[in-house]
């Protein structure tokens, strides 16, 4: 496999090809139990299998702190062998991996969260709560979930040593475990940062600004909004509350997030960088957005920095989901939600001038009305020319329609830099136009998901087929600008 580097704002290979990656979340949020010493899915290993005919190229593996570091200072090897285990055969099969530290509520406590181990949790003089409503009502209001996350950010200690130091030291661990790894894209060193006790008073900052906004605002028409709230379907009040609106009222906790970013969580990814990059100077350094960002709070991360220097490989991996996610009301999601987040992202790719994968994003309901909700998000991440892997896969999403959407057609990588492409489903093509400045060895890659009639390029064109339906598409081109279309 390709060695995959940053080059500015894009992912390139060992051949100088830009490179666009589409993938999946493989997350397995288990807590450490005697005996607990394997991946969930390294025990059958056939989605990977499945995965390739779809036309994906990369997973975000994900595991979490408590299994990995059941004892303070104790790995679990035979764990960690479950995971090269899965790497191994996703090397075999083409598929790129970045590893994650996942987390939900810092711990798995609350009933529905997981991350730290037990000898690293502290909630006194709190206790944590089950969920009740909402699986992430303890970021909201659980005094010892932002207890928790306070303790860990302020490096409190354990045995003598600090938490932000153990865990910096399990990344150093894990990074050396998987160094010279071929199928190693990355380290995504924690899921969704949270701020903690500042956590809470974003929740009631925004729930403040909602009231004020209701009340006084004059771009809601607070007659047809009295009429949704006393109508049947009240779910159109949310209809009230979408682009600028939404944004303005999420933005109340701007400057706690700004704060948290800057003071809390790149001093905390820029420790642990540095314990990975003493393991090893390979594997691309994610930079998220803290868990309220995915609402659109802006993000006020700085660029990774190692000895004082700016890590040359690192990217920004958003997430961003819309409000109705993962619930029966997900085919109500709003365009102009997701817009407003991840045109927010934008923004923040652009100043710090990192390449995107886009770490989680979509959801999940019942029958197909969502669908538009999902091509919208396909679009927009093609016209920003962002890899993305989708949360999340379990074994039954395969036969599942969404399928046919998240199994796409696009480049795999182009002798080039791409100028745009996307998708035309009306017309049921695909469209690539890219610029070459030099002669390549190699082809450019397309990636077709159904039958290909027709290929309309200025190249040397070969058709490498995957399944009975699904293919590769190579191109060899030469140096000037060159448009590619492609008919299913």
Request: glycine content about 8%; hydrophobic content about 35%; some cysteine.
């Amino acid at each position: 496999m390709d060695t995959i580097k940053v080059q500015g704002m894009k992912f390139v290979d060992s051949y100088g090809r830009e490179r666009i990656f589409n993938g999946m979340n493989v997350v397995d949020k288990t807590n450490y139990t005697p005996g607990f010493i394997a991946n969930e899915f390294s025990k059958d290993l056939f989605w990977v299998d499945e995965f390739k005919k779809l036309g994906f190229n990369i997973i975000r593996l994900g595991m979490t702190w408590s299994v990995v570091e059941p004892e303070k200072g104790k790995y679990n090897e035979e764990y960690l062998n479950s995971i090269e285990k899965i790497m191994d055969y996703c090397h075999e099969k083409g598929i790129y991996v970045y590893l994650d530290m996942h987390q939900d509520l810092f711990c798995n406590r609350t009933g529905a969260g997981d991350g730290a181990p037990d000898w690293a949790i502290h909630e006194a003089p709190y206790k944590f709560q089950k969920t009740k409503i909402v699986w992430a009502e303890g970021y909201f209001w659980g005094r010892a979930v932002h207890r928790a996350f306070d303790n860990f950010w302020t490096n409190k200690k354990v045995d003598g040593d600090g938490l932000l130091d153990c865990f910096a030291d399990m990344w150093g661990h894990v990074a050396d475990r998987f160094k010279d790894h071929p199928a190693l894209f990355g380290f995504d060193v924690l899921n969704e940062p949270f701020p903690g006790k500042d956590g809470g008073k974003v929740f009631r900052k925004m729930i403040g600004k909602l009231i004020r906004v209701t009340l006084v605002d004059r771009r809601l028409s607070r007659c047809q909004l009295i009429k949704d709230v006393l109508g049947k379907e009240k779910i159109k009040v949310l209809d009230h509350y979408t682009g600028e609106v939404f944004r303005d009222i999420v933005n109340a906790g701007e400057k706690l997030i700004n704060k948290f970013d800057t003071e809390r969580y790149m001093p905390f990814l820029n420790k642990t960088a540095s314990k990975i990059r003493e393991a090893t100077d390979k594997g691309i350094l994610f930079i998220e957005n803290c868990y309220y960002s995915n609402l659109s709070i802006p993000c006020a991360n700085t660029h990774i920095e190692v000895n004082g220097k700016r890590e040359p490989q690192q990217c920004f991996a958003p997430h961003g989901y819309d409000l109705m996610v993962d619930t029966p009301l997900y085919k109500y999601a709003s365009n102009a939600r997701v817009d407003a987040i991840f045109s927010q992202h934008r923004i923040t790719q652009e100043r710090m001038q990192n390449p995107v994968i886009v770490g989680e994003w979509g959801g999940h309901s019942e029958g197909t009305e969502w669908f538009p909700h999902i091509e919208f998000l396909l679009d927009m991440f093609n016209k920003y020319k962002w890899s993305t892997t989708y949360w999340a896969y379990w074994k039954e999403l395969l036969d599942e329609p969404i399928m046919t959407l998240l199994s796409r057609p696009y480049p795999r990588a182009v002798t080039g830099d791409i100028k745009e492409f996307y998708h035309d489903r009306k017309n049921n093509e695909f469209v690539l136009t890219y610029t070459q400045d030099k002669e390549f060895d190699v082809p450019t890659v397309i990636f077709s998901h159904e039958k290909v009639k027709e290929v309309v390029a200025d190249g040397e064109t070969k058709i490498i087929p995957i399944t009975y339906k699904t293919s590769d598409i190579e191109i060899k081109t030469g140096i000037g600008e060159h448009t590619v279309r492609i008919k299913f």
